[in-house]
């Protein structure tokens, strides 16, 4: 995701409580993806939101909380610039297609290199952290019941064969638009990555 860039380079360190949240949010995203949770530090996170200490504990309690209110802007920021993709496209078909170069899109370059903060949490934090697992798993869900809606979409309005196995198909795209974003992390080419959501349209045939 795009990082929020402050207009004013000139403005004095530590916002006041009445600061930009979402804008101190992205820049917490970053640290997250780039530093993973447990090697982020609080002045990492700090100097990077532009907040003073007493600010961020008085927002989010401590660095879990920075972190699990940053995953929650992550889901939805992403969910909104897929779904203006997706309405773009007609058919569930095509609507599938968009969704595999949007994943495609996000898994080359400095994006791709940064990584997705859920899988990211799915591998680090989940295992210790019952609500950071719930919040993955409610990911993952969320993830495959758009897949699957979109297939039943597609067989919907002929654009998909209706002898697919809708429910099987969604949980293998699932598994590789995850594995995409993983892949990503090790210096991908944009045309590699396209060329991946290019043959996964073979699993709609």
Same mark, same amino acid.
């Given at each position: 995701?795009?990082? $929020?860039?402050?207009?004013?380079?000139? &403005?004095?360190?530590? &916002?006041?409580?009445?600061?930009?949240?979402? !804008?101190?949010?992205?820049? *917490?995203? +970053?640290?997250?993806? #780039?530093?993973?949770?447990?090697?982020?530090? /609080?002045?990492?996170?700090?100097? $990077?939101?532009e907040l003073t200490s007493g600010s961020v504990y008085k927002a989010f309690k401590?660095?879990?909380?920075?972190?699990? %209110?940053?995953?929650?802007?992550?889901?939805?920021? &992403?969910?909104?610039? =897929?779904?203006?993709?997706?309405?773009?496209? #007609?058919?569930?078909?095509?609507?599938?297609?968009? =969704?595999? &170069?949007?994943?495609?899109?996000?898994?080359?370059g400095d994006i791709g290199r940064r990584g997705c903060l859920v899988v990211g949490? !799915?591998?680090?934090?989940?295992?210790?952290?019952?609500? %950071?697992?719930?919040?993955? $798993?409610? *990911?993952?869900?969320?993830? #495959?019941?758009?897949?699957?809606?979109? /297939?039943?979409?597609?067989?919907?309005?002929?654009?998909?064969? #209706?002898?697919?196995? $809708?429910?099987?198909?969604?949980?293998? =795209?699932? +598994?590789?638009?995850?594995?995409?974003?993983?892949?990503?992390?090790?210096?991908?080419?944009?045309?590699?990555?396209? *060329?991946?959501?290019? *043959? %996964?349209?073979?699993?709609?045939?």
């Amino acid at each position: 995701m795009t990082t $929020a860039i402050l207009d004013d380079k000139s &403005r004095p360190r530590g &916002r006041p409580r009445e600061f930009d949240m979402d !804008a101190a949010l992205d820049e *917490a995203l +970053c640290v997250f993806s #780039e530093r993973g949770y447990h090697a982020a530090s /609080i002045s990492e996170l700090t100097d $990077a939101m532009e907040l003073t200490s007493g600010s961020v504990y008085k927002a989010f309690k401590d660095k879990r909380g920075i972190f699990l %209110a940053a995953f929650d802007r992550y889901r939805a920021v &992403r969910r909104s610039l =897929l779904d203006e993709r997706l309405d773009k496209a #007609e058919s569930g078909r095509d609507k599938i297609y968009e =969704l595999l &170069r949007f994943y495609a899109a996000s898994s080359h370059g400095d994006i791709g290199r940064r990584g997705c903060l859920v899988v990211g949490s !799915a591998n680090e934090l989940a295992i210790f952290d019952g609500e %950071a697992a719930e919040r993955v $798993a409610g *990911a993952f869900a969320a993830n #495959e019941a758009l897949l699957l809606d979109l /297939i039943r979409l597609g067989q919907s309005d002929g654009s998909i064969p #209706e002898t697919l196995d $809708a429910a099987t198909t969604a949980r293998a =795209l699932l +598994c590789l638009t995850q594995g995409m974003r993983v892949a990503g992390k090790t210096g991908r080419r944009e045309e590699d990555m396209t *060329a991946v959501a290019d *043959a %996964a349209m073979k699993l709609l045939a």
